[in-house]
């Protein structure tokens, strides 16, 4: 019998920031809101489950209206197991946050967003990343 396979492609429309920083995401988040003008707060914990039955728990912050959707997640699961890969980017393990930035306005300036974040004093690095050229981009739609 033959098998038909569904291929699906998703749409990766967003800004994705990577970020060094070794403060707790709360502190993180509550900078960001200062230098931004915005408003992270605490939102559930994303699940990413796996064909083996294993999960990551990432925390998540989160600020959204109309027109844009402001994300900061933390690259390390909160639940690790010594056995599993505990990232949500493993490929990037080296970074500890991750904004992503889902925006659908014409007005935003992108490099004045990146410029910002990176004078947190909190924030060690700061880069953009193409969502394209990553292995677990998958890990990302959610």
Do not use: H
Not at 15 to 28: E, T, W
């Amino acid at each position: 019998m033959a098998k038909n396979r569904l291929q699906v492609e998703y749409d990766f429309d967003f800004l994705l920031l990577a970020i060094n920083s070794n403060v707790k995401p709360y502190k993180l988040a509550w900078s960001v809101n200062n230098v931004l003008g915005i408003d992270l707060a605490r939102d559930t914990n994303i699940e990413i489950g796996f064909k083996d039955e294993k999960s990551l728990m990432i925390q998540n912050f989160k600020d959204c209206n109309e027109f844009r959707t402001i994300r900061l997640l933390r690259n390390r699961a909160e639940d690790i197991d010594s056995a599993f890969n505990a990232y949500l980017l493993p490929e990037l393990k080296n970074f500890d946050y991750f904004i992503l930035l889902e925006n659908e306005s014409n007005t935003f300036d992108e490099n004045a967003f990146i410029s910002q974040i990176k004078k947190i004093p909190f924030v060690q690095f700061s880069t953009n990343i193409n969502v394209q050229t990553l292995k677990s981009k998958d890990n990302l739609i959610f």
